[in-house]
């Protein structure tokens, strides 16, 4: 399959793709058992992913999605990344960050530092996939779907270039790290 310049090719199908959201929420939903956790999926990249895992969470919880905007800031190095679309309070709030993939780490370690000076009660991360060489900056992700390697992908909610967020399955393109291309929060 062929999306701009690139080739890709099946990496996750969709079957096993469901398989894994039921088995995540099920280990939520046990872990959670006796609290109202506020779910925060990560847009755009987590839309389809939260909203499947949620059809399965079958505790009480609040949902509102969130966006990272990455504005360039004064400082030296550059890009500054903040929260931005929270509407309610967190503060002593169980939160369960939704993430489509964890890559470098630095966008969730950002996040889950301004959550807790908002003086949540905890933060947890759930991401569908992590990279093997995931440099994770001391971030813990306590739920993760699939391992994968060095490799570039896109569909269920990963883009590239803005494109393939709609395809049901995932796909993947033998990229070098250093040749990665700019996918777009
Ligand atoms: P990190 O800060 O390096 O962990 O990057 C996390 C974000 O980069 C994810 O939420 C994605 O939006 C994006 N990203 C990282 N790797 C990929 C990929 O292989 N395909 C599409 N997007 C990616």
């Given at each position: 399959m062929k999306?701009?310049?690139?080739?890709?090719?099946?990496?996750?199908?969709?079957h096993e793709i469901n398989q894994k959201v039921?088995?995540?929420?099920?280990?939520?939903?046990s872990d959670y058992a006796d609290k109202?956790?506020?779910f925060l999926?990560?847009?755009?990249?987590?839309?389809?992913?939260?909203?499947?895992?949620?059809?399965?969470?079958?505790?009480?919880?609040?949902i509102s999605f969130v966006k990272i905007s990455s504005y360039s800031g004064t400082s030296s190095t550059g890009?500054?990344?903040?929260?931005?679309?929270?509407?309610?309070s967190l503060f002593n709030q169980d939160i369960i960050i939704v993430e489509d993939i964890v890559d470098t780490g630095l966008t969730l370690?950002?996040?889950?530092?301004e959550l807790r000076g908002l003086g949540t009660k905890s933060v947890e991360v759930i991401s569908l996939l992590r990279k093997k060489t995931a440099r994770e900056k001391e971030i813990?992700?306590?739920?993760?779907?699939?391992?994968?390697?060095?490799?570039?992908?896109?569909?269920?909610?990963?883009?590239?270039?803005?494109?393939?967020r709609n395809l049901i399955d995932?796909?993947?393109?033998?990229?070098?790290?250093?040749?990665?291309?700019?996918?777009?929060?």
């Open positions: 999306i701009k310049d690139l080739e890709f090719e099946l990496l996750i199908a969709e039921r088995t995540l929420a099920e280990g939520i939903n109202t956790p506020v999926p990560i847009l755009n990249g987590s839309f389809m992913f939260s909203a499947d895992l949620l059809k399965v969470i079958s505790i009480p919880c609040r890009q500054i990344k903040t929260l931005i679309g929270l509407e309610e370690q950002r996040l889950v530092e813990s992700v306590k739920y993760v779907g699939f391992e994968i390697e060095n490799e570039f992908v896109v569909g269920y909610g990963l883009d590239y270039d803005g494109l393939g995932i796909y993947k393109t033998d990229l070098q790290e250093v040749d990665k291309p700019d996918s777009q929060v």
